[in-house]
């Protein structure tokens, strides 16, 4: 196989027998769609939806030292995670700009599962394992080791359960233990991307298809659909979770993307970015630069990333993600603007969309909160 041809899941058979529509994603043949992305989403918001998200970058890291090394490479205290449990946190350069947002998995005393986002999983890998030198620990790159499944919905907790016996009333969110489905082994994740209750399924690629399946037929009651990228877009967007490439890139910091709560000073020992993220939360404390925000469209138009956001004729900041809000019923967007058009409520803000201006509402983020 050439370089440049697209990745496989060990799901790739079965998409393309549901008839999926299937898209090139960070080197990865992956489903877009099975049918209507809007009726993905809001199957995803009533009831439940299947992804296979085995583009994601596992890395193993496994040692006396894992934990200190990761609290020096990584922005978080992960020393501090507990046996069972999961932490969002970052991967930083040594100026700040963010490199990867990360799921750090403690499995056990001296062995943590990273996960990195597919189009930064190499970057993710060299940087770890150039940040490992001097440290008594190993680092090791597990992406052909997994695929990834995930049931997300108010009804996945059913579903999942009448495959399994782990206890997942149990099972706190940002948690995961190692359990069996359908008779296939898995570390089962309290983890999810769409604003939902729901579950991350880390299996052996040799046994995903089984367990899809199997899945898929404990779901037929409870209204399970299988669910594409696309409506995963939606959905995290409504919940206001930055993506990677669009509200998260090297040249911003996590206290420019209003994140700064991961970055952990007070653990101890140095670690890589410091120094400049100290001053960026002095920055940011003192005289914030753009902050990111929530946009609705008044009228239908759609704004799209790197569309300008202007009031009184100025261009005060830039869409980083726009969609149709299937939830909502109106577009929406995240963006970053001048602290000075932050507020919810700013009047006369508006998206350039083709040279037209388009009036916007500002809101806090998010735009959708599952009621709990």
Request: charged letters at 20%; aromatic letters at 6%.
């Amino acid at each position: 196989m050439s370089s440049n041809e697209p990745r496989r899941t060990a799901l790739d058979a079965l998409h393309r027998s549901l008839g999926a529509t299937m898209t090139d994603f960070a080197g990865w043949d992956m489903p877009l769609r099975y049918g209507s992305e809007r009726d993905e989403h809001n199957a995803v918001r009533t009831r439940a939806g299947l992804f296979d998200l085995s583009h994601m970058g596992e890395i193993t890291v496994t040692g006396p030292q894992a934990a200190a090394l990761l609290n020096f490479a990584l922005v978080g205290n992960i020393a501090s995670v507990g046996v069972g449990r999961a932490r969002y946190t970052m991967i930083c350069r040594a100026d700040g700009g963010i490199l990867d947002d990360l799921i750090v998995y403690r499995l056990a005393q001296t062995e943590y599962m990273v996960v990195a986002n597919a189009s930064n999983a190499q970057v993710v890998l060299d940087a770890l394992v150039e940040r490992a030198a001097g440290f008594d620990a190993e680092v090791r790159d597990d992406r052909d080791g997994y695929a990834l499944l995930a049931v997300q919905g108010p009804e996945s907790p059913g579903i999942l359960q009448s495959l399994t016996d782990a206890d997942l009333d149990g099972l706190k969110y940002y948690a995961g233990l190692p359990g069996t489905v359908a008779g296939v082994p898995a570390l089962i994740a309290r983890t999810g991307y769409t604003g939902e209750d729901g579950f991350e399924l880390f299996v052996k690629p040799e046994r995903a298809v089984e367990l899809w399946e199997a899945l898929t037929k404990a779901g037929e009651g409870a209204g399970l659909v299988p669910c594409g990228l696309s409506c995963r877009d939606t959905l995290r967007l409504e919940a206001g979770m930055p993506l990677y490439g669009h509200e998260l890139t090297t040249s911003l910091t996590p206290f420019d993307a209003g994140l700064g709560r991961v970055v952990k000073f007070e653990k101890e020992g140095d670690f890589v970015g410091r120094a400049a993220l100290a001053d960026a939360a002095e920055r940011a404390a003192s005289r914030p630069p753009r902050v990111l925000v929530g946009l609705i469209a008044e009228g239908r138009r759609v704004p799209r990333a790197g569309y300008a956001v202007v009031a009184a004729g100025e261009v005060i900041g830039e869409v980083t993600s726009g969609a149709p809000s299937p939830t909502l019923g109106r577009p929406i967007a995240m963006a970053y603007v001048d602290a000075a058009h932050a507020a919810p409520g700013t009047a006369g803000v508006g998206v350039d969309i083709r040279g037209s201006h388009e009036p916007y509402e500002v809101v806090a983020l998010p735009f959708y909160k599952r009621q709990k």
